[in-house]
């Protein structure tokens, strides 16, 4: 099952190669004078030179090929050479119905391989509180991670879990001051007390004063390390404690990211790569890639000419290596967060073998990124285009800077949710929504509504862009926003029931009027933008297909009659029709990880 689009592309390829054309300029676009056609196609402009023709000659013997096409009703030549195609009412309704009986993909293709890819995102970290970056990561992570999955690749997403390093040797010693845990102090095998001493609350206190406090006091600072550095060597006791801080805060992240519908294959820890670290700093040296600097270890990755020029302390101008060195032991003999994700690679490797692993990782650590894979590569752990960095932008406050609560803090994912679950209350009880519903009902609704407005404000604009956080707007029923889509898409649950029996899948569809035209083409160009989302890992390409989608609908059923159609026929096909725009809406909708009510 092909969509219009490329099959069409399809049949103009084979014209123009027909004339002795073979390019891969050769394309087939959506009109941009949809009043007079649907389809164009500028690619004798683009190639007519090269093969020593006149552009308007050449598209003409391409339209003449073209000519009785059977899911065309009309080929013409326009202006210097464009060639416009309008599809036949036949062709659309028999696309429409194909949409409406393809109950996995909504017409959509899948790929032609399935590959083995990894998403590694949010990133949380244990007891550190999370920020808008592990934010925008989870929503944008999640949403690639059902996308890849729908278009058939075998996908797992990995939260890769901040469970190791300093952090934790900071909370040890926090909580050895303030005492209650000091049967996990001891020296020795244990056993140790199977209940966690500490709370969520506990930890969320314990870590910012900890870390504030390793700021001023050098000798705190020290003893945080030497615990991390006894944690990481295998102390039992500290092990058991660590256990149950890793286990706390899991628990906690693992609600509050189910609450956004968010929902990891793996929680796989930094922790995991620990046993790899050494046999891979051996592997390291053994391939002459460890270089001794300043009593470090690192791997010098920029080629031969890459350099930058750095500004010195006393203003000397040097050319530095681009990208610097990857950091792998620090001179104080620690593993590092490069080393961390190296080490991540082999383990991948051995447990999973990805063909490409994608890491949807906040804009400022590409550089990070970039030492890492490049280290990957010179070792042999993984091949070029198997590693993938796909930063983002961040969510910015009205300052422009990124978004902190009105305290000054970092926002916390559990009160953000809260926050937009509230006013959504406020906003379906203004527009009188869900006047009827059950409270549990009315309550599922308004937790559906902010996760579909703190999302899609997200997924909607290019990743790589930064937007600033405005909850009124996001949460509006309004313009381009979630909570908008949810409310059309109910609207189309209603008018089905209102119309008693869904349209069964072999009602006959009929495509005749503009609006219904224009409702079908947009369903045909699902494929399209999905397949484009996938290629450029740029879910705001379906996030931008609902919404075209929504609008559709809307200008069909403001043009066209459905349940008030006279003719059962027109009827049944226009119910037919909502009913596919409803399913693709409403799986597009979940590829951006956002789940439509029942009712509202
Ligand atoms: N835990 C890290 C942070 O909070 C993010 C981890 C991103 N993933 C990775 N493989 N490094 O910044």
Redo the contacts with the bound molecule.
Sequence with gaps: MTDLKSRLGEAVAAAFAAEGVASDKVRVTASDRPDLADFQSNAALAVAKAHGTNPRDLAGRVASRLEGHPDLTSVEVAGPGFINLVVSPAALASRAAEVLADDLHRGAAPVADSRRVMI?YA???VA?PMHV??LRSSIIGESLKRLFRFRGDQVWGDA?F?DWGFQMGLLIVALADEGGAEAFMADGDGPFPADSPVSLEDLERLYPQAAAKAKEDAGFRDRARKATAELQAGRPGYRALWSHFVAVSRTALEREFSALGVTFDLWNGESDADPLMAGMIADLEAKGLLVEDQGARVVHVAGPGETRKKKLEDGSVVETPSPPPLLVVSSEGSAM?GTT?LA?IVDRRNRIDPQLIL?V??ER?AEHFEQVFRAARLAGYAANGELEHLGFGTMNGPDGKPFKTRAGGVLKLHDLITTATDKARERLKEARLGDDLAPEAFDDTARKVAVAALKFADLSNARTTSYVFDLDRFISFEGKTGPYLLYQSVRIKSLLRKAGDAAPTDTPIRVDEPAERDLVLTLDAFSGAVADAYDKRMPHLVAEHAWRLAQSFSKFYAACPILGAEDAAVRASRLALSQATLAQLELALDLLGIATPERM
Excluded: A, C, R
């Design positions: 590694d990133g949380p970290n550190k970056g592990h890769h901040g967060y994700d991540t890491y990782v906040d650590q």
